[in-house]
Nanobody, 117 residues
Framework: QVQLVESGGGLVQAGGSLTLSCAASGRIFNINAMGWYRQAPGKQRELVAAITRGGSTNYAESVKGRFTISRDNAKSTVYLQMTSLKPEDTAVYYC???????????WGKGTLVTVSS
């Protein structure tokens, strides 16, 4: 069992910055990728950014150049640094952890990010 605890969500003005964090605990030995997804009202959940244990990253086109994902393997924590935030970034952000070998996913409960205009 893997538990994901998210923090850092909140209200920020457009153009501002916010950093999310997600700490993984439990049976995390086989977790080799973590990332962030988001879901806005009326929209599908979408991948925002992902990172492997080795440091390879993948970003949604809409956030490239504005968001940065990073990880601290020793702390089993992944971060999402968000800058130049736009109202369209408003969504519930979910932390994800994946066991690639078994194709198993774990999810946090989500943290709300609201960007005001």
């Amino acid at each position: 069992q893997v538990q994901l605890v998210e923090s850092g969500g909140g209200l920020v003005q457009a153009g501002g910055s916010l950093t999310l964090s997600c700490a993984a605990s439990g049976r995390i030995f086989n977790i080799n990728a973590m990332g962030w997804y988001r879901q806005a009202p009326g929209k599908q959940r979408e991948l925002v950014a992902a990172i492997t244990r080795g440091g390879s990253t993948n970003y949604a086109e809409s956030v490239k150049g504005r968001f940065t994902i990073s990880r601290d393997n020793a702390k089993s924590t992944v971060y999402l640094q968000m800058t130049s935030l736009k109202p369209e970034d408003t969504a519930v952000y979910y932390c994800n952890a994946k066991n690639v070998f078994l194709d198993m996913d774990y999810w946090g409960k989500g943290t709300l990010v609201t960007v005001s205009s």
